[in-house]
C-alpha cells in the first residue's frame, strides 16, 4: 500500500532550525505533488505548502513564505520542509500529505520550539 512516513521534528529554541522528511513507498512518488500541512495544539489543519511532480512550481502559505522552503528528491523518493527562524507559533504536528483521488497522509512529526 502507499505509504508516507514524516519524520525530523524535534525541541529547538526561536529562531532554530530543522528539516522535517517525508519518505514514500508503495507508489511511484515522481507522479505525485507533495503538500506539507501542520495542526497546531488546539487548533484546526493548517496548508503550508505544496510542490508539484517535476518542482516546476512550489507555494507557501503567508504565515511561513521566506523562512520554510519545500523540496524533494524524486530518486529518494523523499520530500523535504526545511524551517528556519522558527517562532512559539510554529509549534505544531507536521504532516506530509499526497492529494488524489486516494489521498495518503503521513503519521505525523512534531515539532516544539522553547527558550
Known amino acids: 500500500q502507499a505509504q508516507l512516513v514524516d519524520s525530523g521534528g524535534g525541541v529547538v529554541q526561536p529562531g532554530g532550525s530543522l528539516r522535517l522528511s517525508c519518505a514514500a513507498s508503495g507508489f511511484d512518488f515522481s507522479r505525485y505533488g507533495v503538500h506539507w500541512v501542520r495542526q497546531a495544539p488546539g487548533k484546526g489543519l493548517e496548508w503550508l505548502s505544496s510542490?508539484?511532480?517535476?518542482?516546476?512550481?512550489?507555494y507557501y502559505v503567508d504565515s511561513v513564505e521566506g523562512r520554510f522552503a519545500i523540496s524533494r528528491d524524486n530518486a529518494k523518493n523523499i520530500a523535504y520542509l526545511q524551517l528556519s527562524d522558527l517562532r512559539p507559533e510554529d509549534e505544531a504536528v507536521y504532516f506530509c500529505?499526497?492529494?488524489?483521488?486516494?489521498?495518503?497522509w503521513g503519521q505525523g512529526t512534531r515539532v516544539t520550539v522553547s527558550s
Open positions: 510542490i508539484d511532480n517535476d518542482q516546476e512550481r512550489v
Open positions: 500529505v499526497r492529494l488524489s483521488g486516494d489521498d495518503v
